[in-house]
């Protein structure tokens, strides 16, 4: 499998993205994802993201299994939460869940900044190898309970969780930005909602449910 090929399927891979998002708009308010983000599904290469036995698979629409119950989210999802988070280029952001790194590369060729925390150790090392070794140099990285977040450099403009509660942990709340936005699965398992939640001027919270989703439990340590 060529550099050649990979380019080649991960431009079909954005293609199918535009599509489901005008499949997907009466629901996500989106019948169309930002030119920026766009240009990153086309540019990052997820077969790097992979295990080495499933980079065929990497550009398919579909999650994949990364080890430890574990996976890579679909593409569709990976393009969505980003662009819900209106991204600027001078943001700093959290990430909650690193998995092997793929939406963290994707968040650091988007924002100035990004704080990526993975309770895994295994996954927190190869991530942090994998994006060094693609040279992405603006992503801080941290081993343990993303549940806290990381209030030594809070508050944060945007936040990602790319694992589900029952219910939104309060100190990621207190540490969004006034004016900031989050993207988070919730629920229970079989019952999780993608929740876009925003911050007011004056600190209220509001979030709204917009498609049913399937992520891995937000693993808290007690």
Same mark, same amino acid.
């Given at each position: 499998?060529?550099?050649?090929? &990979?380019?080649?399927? =991960?431009?079909?891979?954005?293609?199918?993205?535009?599509?489901?998002?005008?499949?997907?708009? @009466?629901?996500?308010?989106?019948?169309?994802? @930002? *030119?920026?983000?766009?240009?990153?599904?086309?540019?990052?290469?997820?077969? /790097?993201?992979?295990?080495?036995?499933? =980079?065929?698979?990497?550009?398919? @629409?579909?999650?994949?299994?990364?080890? &430890?119950?574990?996976?890579?989210? +679909?593409?569709?999802?990976? #393009?969505?939460?980003?662009?819900? !988070?209106?991204?600027?280029?001078?943001?700093?952001?959290?990430?909650?869940?690193?998995?092997?790194?793929?939406?963290? #590369?994707? !968040?650091? /060729?988007?924002?100035?900044?990004?704080?990526? %925390? /993975? %309770?895994?150790?295994?996954?927190?090392? /190869?991530?942090?190898?994998? !994006? +060094?070794?693609?040279?992405?140099?603006?992503? @801080? &990285?941290?081993?343990? *309970?993303?549940?806290?977040?990381?209030?030594?450099?809070?508050? &944060? *403009?945007?936040?990602?969780?790319?694992?589900?509660?029952?219910?939104?942990?309060?100190?990621?709340?207190?540490?969004?930005?006034?004016?900031?936005?989050?993207?988070?699965?919730?629920?229970?398992? *079989?019952?999780?909602?993608?929740?876009?939640?925003?911050?007011?001027?004056?600190?209220?919270?509001?979030?709204?449910?917009?498609?049913?989703?399937?992520?891995?439990?937000?693993?808290?340590?007690?």
């Amino acid at each position: 499998m060529s550099e050649t090929w &990979f380019d080649s399927i =991960r431009n079909e891979m954005a293609e199918l993205i535009t599509a489901y998002a005008r499949l997907s708009a @009466d629901r996500t308010g989106r019948t169309a994802f @930002d *030119d920026r983000v766009m240009g990153v599904m086309r540019k990052v290469p997820r077969h /790097e993201f992979v295990p080495a036995e499933l =980079r065929h698979l990497a550009y398919i @629409d579909s999650p994949l299994p990364i080890g &430890f119950e574990k996976t890579i989210s +679909q593409p569709f999802i990976v #393009a969505l939460m980003t662009d819900l !988070l209106d991204l600027q280029s001078t943001d700093k952001v959290l990430e909650i869940g690193t998995g092997l790194g793929y939406q963290s #590369a994707i !968040l650091a /060729e988007l924002v100035a900044k990004v704080y990526t %925390i /993975e %309770i895994i150790e295994e996954l927190a090392a /190869e991530a942090k190898r994998r !994006l +060094q070794r693609l040279g992405y140099r603006n992503i @801080d &990285f941290r081993q343990g *309970d993303g549940s806290h977040g990381w209030p030594q450099h809070a508050p &944060f *403009d945007k936040m990602i969780v790319t694992a589900a509660p029952d219910l939104i942990p309060a100190s990621l709340i207190t540490q969004l930005k006034a004016g900031g936005r989050m993207i988070i699965p919730a629920g229970v398992e *079989d019952a999780q909602q993608l929740l876009l939640v925003e911050k007011d001027g004056n600190g209220r919270t509001r979030s709204k449910e917009l498609i049913p989703v399937r992520f891995s439990t937000l693993v808290m340590s007690s």
